[in-house]
């Protein structure tokens, strides 16, 4: 057993301590868009900090705990906080809330994110799909000694968002008369926001937008065996599509502008599925 699967079940016994819940769903909430959190019915909350060498969020904007609770009266577990590779930590470290979610029965995760818009469609407050995305500006989470219990050493990676989930989520949308658009995410490492000239090389390279952290949970996902779909609320023009400086003040505040259309959806999607 590696070291990394090692701690993870340590963690797993932790929660199982607090709560016997088995999620079917896995939610992670991007930045600003956790009101969602208010319309679970909360069983309990857990603080990262309380598990055993599990990272902690250093991000004022994240609160940093695992929610069980129900929606739709379905069990879910979903990540107040992510953990962030510019927070200093190691990609392994960066995923291991992923894998603890999947080692507690999570089948379907739905990843959300704040991002910069490069398409120019693509204006502040709209949502997208990512229908997939391009990680190779970050180090892949599964370098390393290779978690056989979690998963094969070289994974596929031709269908890391799941077609009928996004399927859903469009239906989802429509039903709302949310619009709702398509594209491909570009992580990056952050934390500082990008050049203009980087965001021309990444238009060049097939990204619609740019954000700091959901390829790497996505691939992690995959290697697990979770079915995943990602949204992403587009909170500003990434760096020089518009003349307004960026800055994780008005990225939050665009977001949570979003977040009550982010929670309907969200929403009519955990009763869809
Ligand atoms: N770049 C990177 N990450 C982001 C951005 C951006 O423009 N907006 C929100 N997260």
Do not use: W
Request: proline content about 4%; hydrophobic content about 40%.
């Amino acid at each position: 057993m590696t070291e990394a699967y090692n701690n993870l079940t340590i963690c797993l016994e932790q929660i199982r301590r607090k709560t016997n819940i088995i999620p079917e769903l896995a939610i992670v909430f991007g930045s600003g868009l956790n009101k969602y959190s208010e319309y679970i019915d909360i069983e309990c909350t857990i603080d990262y900090q309380d598990l055993n060498n599990f990272p902690v969020t250093t991000n004022e904007m994240h609160k940093g705990r695992f929610i069980f609770g129900y929606v739709h009266q379905k069990p879910i577990v979903a990540m107040d906080g992510r953990i962030h590779y510019y927070e200093g930590y190691t990609m392994e470290q960066v995923v291991m809330p992923i894998r603890l979610m999947k080692m507690l029965g999570a089948k379907t995760l739905i990843l959300s994110n704040a991002v910069g818009g490069i398409r120019k469609d693509l204006n502040v407050g709209d949502f997208m799909i990512i229908n997939d995305h391009i990680s190779s500006l970050v180090p892949s989470p599964l370098i390393g000694e290779n978690i056989y219990e979690l998963g094969t050493r070289f994974p596929d990676m031709s269908h890391v968002y799941n077609k009928e989930l996004n399927d859903i989520i469009k239906q989802c949308a429509k039903e709302l008369n949310i619009e709702i658009k398509e594209g491909v995410y570009l992580q990056t490492t952050g934390p500082n926001y990008e050049t203009p000239a980087e965001i021309r090389a990444y238009q060049t390279l097939g990204a619609d937008a740019v954000g700091m952290s959901t390829a790497c949970e996505a691939m992690t996902a995959v290697h697990c065996g979770f079915k995943v779909c990602g949204i992403s609320c587009i909170t500003n023009k990434a760096s020089g599509m518009s003349d307004e400086p960026l800055s994780d003040e008005d990225v939050a505040i665009a977001a949570a502008k979003s977040s009550d259309n982010f929670c309907k959806l969200i929403k009519s999607l955990i009763k869809s599925i």
